[in-house]
C-alpha cells in the first residue's frame, strides 16, 4: 500500500516534518487531535488528563493487563485555534528523551479532504536522532530475535 | 563486514583475522548471508563473500520505520475519523 504521509528530517538539524493528506474533512481532523475519547482510539493511550485549551495540560498512559504502566506522557498546551493550529509540548515521562515542542497546521484542501503539517522540534540533533531511531531499533531487536533463532537451529 | 567492505574474501582468509575458531566464524557468515549482508560468490573450488552495499544501507535506513509507524498511526486516525462521520 502506498504510504501517504511524508517525513523529512533534515542533516544537521533538530527538527522533523511531518505532512499527511487526509481524506477527512478539516474539522474531523481537528476534532481527532481535540477530543479525548478520540485521541484515545486512534493513539491507543488511555487518556489521564484532558485539558485541551490555550495553557490547557494533558497526560496519556498505556497499561498492561496487570496495570503496570508501560508509556505514560504529558505535555501542555501553549496555543489551540479551531481548525488552524495546536502548538504544544510532549514528553515521555521515566525516559532519557526530553521534552519536545510541536506546532501541527491544519487546512482544508476541500469538503472532502484536509492536510495537517507538524513540525516536532527536539532539544538538540542528537536527541532528534535517537527519537527516529526508536522504531528502527524495536525493528533491530526484531532481527536480533531471528538471528538467535537461526543460531539455535544451527547447533 | 569491515574486512569484506573493499575485497571479496574466502571463508578462511575471514576467519585468519579472528581468534575464533573457524566454525563459530562460519555460522556467523551464514547468517550474514541468509540475512543478505553477504553475498557468495563460487571461483573454482573456492567461495567468496562479499558485502552487499545495497541491503545495508536498506538495514542502515533508519528512518524507514519511523515512518512507517507514523503513516500507521495516521492511518488509523482517518479510518476511527471516517467511522465517526458516518455514525
Same mark, same amino acid.
Given at each position: ?22 481524506? +477527512? ?5 481537528? +476534532? ?68 519536545? +515542542? ?29 527519537? +527516529? ?23 | ?87
Amino acid at each position: 500500500m502506498e504510504r501517504k504521509t511524508n517525513l523529512t528530517a533534515p542533516d544537521g538539524k533538530q527538527e522533523i516534518l511531518i505532512e499527511r493528506i487526509f481524506d +477527512l474533512p478539516l474539522n474531523l481532523l481537528f +476534532l481527532a487531535y481535540t477530543k479525548a475519547e478520540l485521541v484515545e482510539q486512534w493513539m491507543g493511550n488511555k487518556v489521564v488528563k484532558w485539558d485541551h485549551k490555550d495553557h490547557g495540560s494533558y497526560q496519556l498512559e498505556k497499561v498492561d493487563e496487570n496495570g503496570n504502566v508501560l508509556f505514560r506522557a504529558n505535555g501542555t498546551i501553549h496555543k489551540s485555534t479551531e481548525n488552524r493550529i495546536i502548538i504544544r509540548t510532549f514528553e515521555m515521562e521515566n525516559s532519557v528523551f526530553p521534552v519536545q +515542542l510541536e506546532f501541527l497546521e491544519f487546512e482544508s484542501i476541500d469538503e472532502n479532504t484536509s492536510k495537517l503539517a507538524m513540525k516536532i522540534i527536539y532539544k538538540s540533533v542528537a536527541e532528534r536522532d535517537e527519537m +527516529l531511531k526508536l522504531p528502527f531499533a524495536q525493528g533491530i531487536q526484531m532481527a536480533h530475535n531471528r538471528i538467535q533463532k537461526i543460531i539455535s537451529n544451527l547447533k | 563486514m569491515l574486512l569484506v567492505a573493499t575485497q571479496s574474501m574466502t571463508a578462511g582468509s575471514i576467519a585468519s583475522n579472528f581468534d575464533t575458531a573457524r566454525p563459530t566464524v562460519s555460522k556467523h557468515l551464514h547468517i550474514l548471508t541468509e540475512c543478505e549482508l553477504l553475498k557468495q560468490e563460487q571461483q573454482g573450488r573456492e567461495i567468496y563473500y562479499h558485502f552487499n552495499a545495497q541491503k545495508m544501507k536498506e538495514v542502515a535506513d533508519f528512518l524507514e520505520p519511523f515512518q512507517q509507524m507514523w503513516d500507521d498511526r495516521f492511518n488509523k486516525l482517518e479510518q476511527i475519523m471516517l467511522n465517526y462521520k458516518s455514525k
